[in-house]
Nanobody, 128 residues
Framework: QVQLVESGGGLVQAGGSLRLSCAAS????????MGWFRQASGKEREFVAA????????YCADSVKGRCTISRDNAKNTVYLQMNSLKPEDTAVYYC?????????????????????WGQGTQVTVSS
């Protein structure tokens, strides 16, 4: 069982930056590919970013490419999402997710169904 706890959300003005953190419990964090997703009010949950176990591969959605950096510190059991040049349309609840299998990660990293552990989410609100 893995527990994920996100933090770092809040209210920020357009053009600002935020760094979200996701702390994971357990000793197997380093074996899990990780992802960040977001869900705006009334919309489906969508992919934001993903990172492999060794950080050798990272992905950012087209909607945030150039403004997004995902990283992880396996010694601290933590994955980070840095978002810059924030826009009002980035307003959403941001979730981190863990893929305990990792088998299909390279093909399915952008799919919610690829991840079997989820945090409770952290609200990010970007004001114009």
């Amino acid at each position: 069982q893995v527990q994920l706890v996100e933090s770092g959300g809040g209210l920020v003005q357009a053009g600002g930056s935020l760094r979200l953190s996701c702390a994971a419990s357990g000793r197997t964090f380093s074996t899990y590919p990780m992802g960040w997703f977001r869900q705006a009010s009334g919309k489906e949950r969508e992919f934001v970013a993903a990172i492999s176990t060794s950080s050798s591969s990272t992905y950012c959605a087209d909607s945030v490419k150039g403004r997004c950096t995902i990283s992880r510190d396996n010694a601290k059991n933590t994955v980070y999402l840095q978002m810059n040049s924030l826009k009002p349309e980035d307003t959403a609840v941001y979730y981190c997710a863990a893929d305990s299998s990792g088998i299909y990660y390279s093909r399915n990293y952008y799919k919610t169904t690829n991840y079997n552990y989820w945090g409770q989410g952290t609200q990010v609100t970007v004001s114009s």
